[in-house]
């Protein structure tokens, strides 16, 4: 017999299992970069700004997956790990590796919406709070800064010497696709 949490107070099992939904969503996206990370550092690649960009996605999947296992928790859920899908671990281009990146983080995104939209269904405001304020304004964040990444990377045509600067200037930002910017905006 499974027993529940003293501390669970109106958090609906449909919630607590969209939590673990969006965790697993999170793992397959930390996958991934990781897989993305390990290509662009590999000798026969040799992309080091792009192998930190990704590295850098790894440790913020990272604090996202923590937050939502410290968040059911708290609300007295169960976190349900499994197993993951093996990532993809090869890419024609640059460009391709970045577009890809974009598109896994609108479907993050994607996911969060629709738990945040499943928490207003179930009146939970506390986790519709937690959604809004530790998830998802970081991640529309998160994919103007990788939107405008890969249009730099286009606008040098991703290959070649504008290729090599791309991911020098990269490299020199910590992996951080905000090129140009200065570190107080």
């Avoid at 994607?110 to 304004?137: F, G």
């Avoid at 529309?140 to 600067?165: D, N, P, T």
Wanted: hydrophobic share 35%; proline share 1%.
């Amino acid at each position: 017999m499974v027993s529940i949490s003293i501390a669970k107070q109106n958090f609906a099992t449909e919630a607590e299992d969209a939590v673990n939904h969006q965790i697993r969503v999170e793992q397959l996206a930390r996958q991934q970069y990781l897989s993305a990370a390990s290509y662009f550092g590999r000798a026969d690649v040799a992309l080091p700004g792009l192998e930190r960009h990704f590295h850098e996605q790894v440790e913020r999947q990272n604090e996202r997956i923590q937050l939502l296992i410290d968040y059911l928790a708290t609300r007295g859920g169960w976190v349900i790990i499994e197993d993951l899908d093996k990532p993809r671990s090869e890419y024609a281009t640059a460009n391709a590796a970045v577009e890809a990146s974009l598109e896994l983080e609108k479907q993050v995104n994607q996911s969060l919406l629709n738990l945040t939209y499943l928490a207003v269904n179930c009146k939970d405001s506390e986790l519709k709070h937690h959604l809004k304020s530790r998830h998802l304004s970081s991640l529309v964040k998160e994919i103007e800064k990788v939107a405008k990444g890969l249009r730099q990377l286009q606008r040098c045509k991703g290959e070649g010497l504008g290729l090599y600067y791309f991911d020098q200037a990269l490299y020199r930002n910590d992996g951080e696709f905000t090129i140009g910017k200065s570190s107080s905006d």
